[in-house]
């Protein structure tokens, strides 16, 4: 079992940054990637920002790009999302995850554990 606590979600203005951490906490050492998703409401889930645990390889949807950056500190078992540059459009609920294998990092079925999930609301 691995818990997801996410926290740092709120409410500013376009153009400003947030700073996403998702605590991770039971067995830690059986996990590949931990990723970030989004959901505004009426839509699908989408994939944001992933890493691998190991060797800490990143991947990025192309609407963050440049302006989100996901990092991991395994001292604190603590996954960050830092976001720069925000936009009404980043609105949404954003939720941290966890897979156990290999394989797509992007796709919401590919991950085990899911967090609760922080809210993000960015006015224009």
């Known amino acids: 079992q691995v818990q997801l606590v996410e926290s740092g979600g709120g409410f500013l203005q376009a153009g400003g940054s947030l700073r996403l951490a998702c605590a991770v906490s039971?067995?830690?050492?059986?996990?590949?990637?931990m990723g970030w998703f989004r959901q505004a409401p009426g839509k699908e889930r989408e994939f944001v920002a992933a890493?691998?645990?190991?060797?800490?390889?990143?991947y990025y949807a192309n609407a963050v790009k440049g302006r989100f950056t996901v990092s991991r500190d395994n001292g604190k078992n603590t996954v960050y999302l830092q976001m720069n540059s925000l936009k009404p459009e980043d609105t949404a609920k954003y939720y941290c995850?966890?897979?156990?294998?290999?394989?797509?990092?992007?796709?919401?079925?590919?991950?085990?554990?899911w967090g609760q999930g922080t809210q993000v609301i960015v006015s224009s």
């Open positions: 995850a966890s897979k156990g294998l290999r394989g797509l990092v992007n796709v919401p079925s590919e991950y085990n554990y």
């Open positions: 039971g067995r830690t050492f059986s996990m590949y990637a």
């Open positions: 890493i691998t645990w190991g060797a800490a390889n990143t």
